[in-house]
């Protein structure tokens, strides 16, 4: 019995201490496990962060890159934007600025804008402007650049689209050889003082200058008045009063014309040949035109540069060019002044032409439609 007891206890101990190892064993086992894992997460940590890092830098030289790429887009865009502007101001400068006579607008519409507010010049104009519509058929107006050639532009622009030809006395005359004839015939020595407008050009070269200038008025004024084609006619005026330095020549032809007439008159007037006309008389009553050279000095050197013709001056101009220029004074409306023909001695056979002012200084193109 005592045996039986012994070798039961000794089996339970040997089962005991099999579990023991067995436990020992799963023990272990876990413990291998546990730290198999946890080097597993060590290096996936690990291979996490050096995969981030290298991401980190991959991204920050790719905002780096976008941030130069974003500068440069910037600066691209604002250098063009500058040349733009400066090519589309080029542009301006030489097709519209100096298109020196523009198409026509509706008369009213122009009023309405230049003369706004209650004031009581406002109210004036607009009624000059409404006078000229309803009971004159100035419909439409040219506006003629604001400067010191404007009167002379003004003029030869509508002696030139409307094909009007050249006066009788300058086709009996070469006009090129004015220059010429004023300087040695009747020795004239002082136009080497003729300034040339705005350019204050003065000096032996004066002469060749004149030439030219002469050469300008004669070429262009025989071939668009020859040109039958209205559409045509008008298209060479357009393209004529867009080029500054030939429509600059013309003005200063007729500048010299002028003066040329002046000296034939104070000719006439020394020697007491035949009458001249009163606006002679009256050009050279002035202090400060009382010969050829004053007129000169005093008053057609500064044409196109700081002063403009004056109202007996238009008065020669009319003359010279056998036209009569009918001009509506907008300031002196309500008055016998408000329209005026330059000169008052015109033949009937004159074509003409017309003129509106505010001021007496700057002129405009009226188109009268019936």
């Not at 070469?174 to 004239?188: A, N, R, T, V």
């Not at 009256?282 to 007129?295: E, G, M």
């Not at 005093?298 to 044409?303: F, G, K, M, P, R």
Request: aromatic share 12%.
């Amino acid at each position: 019995m005592q045996r039986r007891h012994d070798r039961i206890a000794s089996k339970n101990r040997d089962q005991f201490a099999e579990q023991e190892k067995r436990s020992r064993i799963n023990h272990s086992k876990r413990a291998v496990g546990r730290h198999e894992v946890q080097s597993w997460t060590r290096a996936t940590k690990q291979s996490l962060c050096l995969m981030w890092q290298k991401v980190k830098i991959q991204l920050m030289l790719s905002m780096s890159f976008l941030v130069a790429v974003f500068w440069y887009c910037r600066r691209l865009y604002s250098f063009l934007a500058q040349l733009l502007k400066r090519w589309s101001d080029y542009l301006q400068r030489k097709l519209i600025k100096n298109h020196s006579v523009l198409a026509e607008v509706d008369l009213l519409g122009y009023s309405a804008r230049e003369w706004k507010g209650e004031t009581k010049q406002a109210k004036h104009m607009r009624e000059a402007y409404n006078e000229l519509f309803w009971n004159y058929h100035i419909k439409y107006l040219r506006q003629v650049k604001k400067d010191n050639y404007c009167v002379l532009r003004a003029v030869l622009f509508q002696i030139l689209s409307q094909g009007i030809p050249f006066p009788s006395w300058m086709r009996e005359r070469d006009i090129l050889k004015l220059p010429e004839k004023l300087l040695y015939s009747q020795g004239c020595n002082w136009i080497q003082q003729y300034s040339f407008g705005p350019e204050r050009y003065t000096g032996p070269n004066a002469f060749g200058k004149l030439r030219k200038c002469m050469e300008t008025l004669k070429t262009n004024w025989i071939e668009i008045s020859g040109t039958k084609d209205h559409e045509e006619r008008g298209n060479l005026c357009n393209a004529l009063f867009s080029d500054e330095s030939k429509e600059h020549r013309l003005y200063e032809a007729i500048k010299f014309i002028m003066l040329y007439e002046v000296v034939e008159a104070y000719e006439q007037i020394k020697n007491r040949e035949e009458p001249i006309p009163h606006l002679f008389s009256l050009l050279l009553a002035r202090d400060t035109s009382s010969d050829p050279l004053s007129f000169m000095m005093n008053h057609l050197n500064s044409i196109g540069d700081s002063g403009c013709l004056d109202q007996v001056e238009i008065f020669l101009l009319g003359y010279l060019l056998e036209v009569k220029i009918r001009v509506y004074r907008l300031h002196r409306f309500n008055t016998e002044e408000f329209q005026v023909n330059y000169p008052d001695e015109y033949r009937r056979e004159w074509n003409e032409i017309s003129l509106l002012t505010e001021d007496d200084r700057y002129y405009h193109i009226p188109v009268i439609r019936t």
